[in-house]
Nanobody
Framework: QVQLFESGGGLVQAGDSLRLSCAAS????????TGWFRQPPGKEREFVAA????????YYADSVKGRFTISRDFAKNTVNLQMNSLKPEDTAVYYC?????????????????????WGQGTQVTVSS
């Protein structure tokens, strides 16, 4: 069993940057394939980015490619999401999720139902 804790959310202006962090307790985070999802106000949860256990493979939603970067910090046992050039449409609650099973490709990593563990979420608000 692993527990996930997100941090780093906040209120920023369009064009600013934020760095979200997902910390794992109970197990080493690199034991799990990890993804970030978000749920905008009044909308369904959507895939943002994911990273393989080794950190060598990363996957992104088209809406964030070139602006967001997901990475692992093995020393700190965290998975980070660097978000640059933020837009008002990035406003959402951001969730970290971890997956036990094998997974290949964005078609797999982007499916919320594949993930076994979820954090409580952190709010990101981008003002125009």
């Amino acid at each position: 069993q692993v527990q996930l804790f997100e941090s780093g959310g906040g209120l920023v202006q369009a064009g600013d940057s934020l760095r979200l962090s997902c910390a794992a307790s109970g197990r080493t985070s690199s034991n799990y394939r990890t993804g970030w999802f978000r749920q905008p106000p009044g909308k369904e949860r959507e895939f943002v980015a994911a990273v393989s256990r080794s950190g060598g493979s990363t996957y992104y939603a088209d809406s964030v490619k070139g602006r967001f970067t997901i990475s692992r910090d093995f020393a700190k046992n965290t998975v980070n999401l660097q978000m640059n050039s933020l837009k008002p449409e990035d406003t959402a609650v951001y969730y970290c999720a971890a997956m036990n099973d094998a997974c290949i490709g964005v078609g797999c990593y982007s499916r919320a139902g594949r993930y076994d563990y979820w954090g409580q979420g952190t709010q990101v608000t981008v003002s125009s």
